[in-house]
């Protein structure tokens, strides 16, 4: 269909980028991407209107977004000669401005696009070597000014290579050492860096990701306290374990993994040298305040776990007491840390089991048994609880029988 549209308004459209790696890779892949010769926003609009979906536009940069009812988006970029000013550009007579587009992109595996035209429908184009790159599972940069134009793009490289089981080509990684020793990434917002280690956060293989970045000096690059040390690199694995397990377990208490993996990763930092490496990300003022508040909530439990295991051991509510106003995140933490193994177990089963038991009265019935609603609700309902969670009572009556007592 967006051939046939671009046709008939005298266009060329292509499908180009992620889609058609992921595509020859046989990767699943979400996001569709849209080179036009022409005018791409009056193009998505067509388009959009065809699907009826829904359309954003970036008047300045030529570009829309469709996002269909499914939920699944469009891009749509505009391919124009003007719109290059790079210094590495080839003479542009040469040039389609499709492969201008491209050239502007991050590694060749990225450079690939299929023709949608009905007359060359199907069409592979592949001005950089891609398909090579690909069948030689390689990361490679299409200039020696790559990261220097785009820093980020040392995160990008990190991440594909994991992601793909794929290497980075030898002159590509040379261009990041010097790169890096130009202390390139000092030059990039916080925001930025942030927005990649976000996306590395969430790959599968997050984890190879990040011992990569330590492995590459990227990590210390970003700020000279990150450290991933042998220490912090087992606590990673074992909050992996911890992550599968609790996935398994379907439970509706979704885990933030930034929130986690920050807290993971910033573990061995002081408050202060923690805060100043929180500066450098740019977290929002919310954000600091959870990250901290969890931070110190979760510290507190490891020192009452260390002092008090047995107390812990042996009553769930205890364990309930502590932990119920604790993030799931927090939660997951603690049990990483935690060294001593019967208690590791219990925390693990109040999780799976008792930290979604809700109770079965509530302040109406309380209120019902003829007792005046105050904050002494709040207390008798947490008593309850408490006495419930540790004699297995669940049913209303029995509930209501210990709220009246
Ligand atoms: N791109 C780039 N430099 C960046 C970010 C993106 O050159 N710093 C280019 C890439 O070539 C990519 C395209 O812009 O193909 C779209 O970016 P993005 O959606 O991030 O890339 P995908 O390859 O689709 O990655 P993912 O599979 O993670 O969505």
């Not at 549209?5 to 992921?22: F, K, P, S």
């Not at 397990?245 to 923690?274: A, G, M, Q």
């Not at 933490?333 to 219990?346: D, S």
């Amino acid at each position: 269909t967006a051939g046939k549209i671009a046709e008939e308004m005298g266009y060329q459209v292509y499908m180009v980028g992620g889609i058609v790696r992921d595509i020859l890779l046989n990767f699943p892949t979400l996001d569709l991407d849209l080179v036009v010769e022409g005018d791409g926003i009056a193009f998505a609009q067509k388009l959009a209107q065809i699907f009826k979906g829904r359309i954003k536009s970036h008047k300045k940069f030529k570009t829309a977004v469709i996002i269909l009812s499914s939920g699944q988006k469009i891009d749509v970029a505009t391919a124009r000669l003007e719109y290059y000013e790079y210094p590495a550009a080839l003479p542009t007579v040469e040039l389609s401005s499709l492969k201008m587009d491209l050239y502007r992109r991050d590694f060749s595996i990225n450079t690939l696009a299929v023709h949608l035209n009905p007359s060359r429908f199907g069409k592979l184009i592949d001005f950089f070597g891609g398909q090579r790159d690909l069948k030689q599972k390689k990361i490679r940069v299409l200039h020696a000014l790559s990261f220097i134009e785009d820093p980020t793009r040392i995160l990008r490289a990190v991440r594909f290579e994991q992601r793909f089981n794929f290497h980075i080509g030898k002159q590509t990684f040379r261009l990041i050492k010097n790169a890096l020793k130009l202390d390139i990434l000092n030059k990039v917002s916080g925001n930025r860096i942030y927005q990649e280690l976000i996306l590395i956060f969430k790959e599968k293989k997050s984890i190879q990701c990040l011992f990569k970045l330590q492995e590459y000096n990227i990590l210390k690059s970003i700020h000279p306290l990150l450290n991933l040390t042998e220490n912090l690199q087992n606590l990673f694995l074992e909050i992996n374990n911890i992550l599968n397990w609790y996935n398994l377990l379907y439970l509706n208490e979704k885990v933030k993994i930034e929130l986690l993996y920050f807290l993971v990763l910033l573990s061995n930092l002081k408050y202060e040298d923690t805060k100043k490496v929180i500066s450098r990300l740019n977290f929002s003022k919310k954000q600091k305040d959870i990250f901290f508040e969890l931070r110190e909530k979760t510290k507190f439990c490891l020192i009452e776990f260390d002092r008090y295991p047995k107390k812990y051991i042996t009553k769930i509510s205890k364990l309930y007491l502590l932990l119920d106003d604790i993030p799931i995140e927090g939660i997951l933490f603690i049990i990483a840390k935690i060294k001593n193994e019967e208690l590791r177990q219990k925390i693990a089963i109040y999780v799976a089991k008792f930290r979604r038991i809700k109770l079965a009265i509530s302040g109406k019935d309380l209120i019902a048994l003829g007792l005046k609603p105050g904050p002494i609700f709040g207390e008798i309902l947490k008593e309850v609880k408490q006495i419930s969670l540790d004699n297995q009572i669940y049913d209303k009556q029995s509930q209501l029988e210990l709220a009246k007592k």
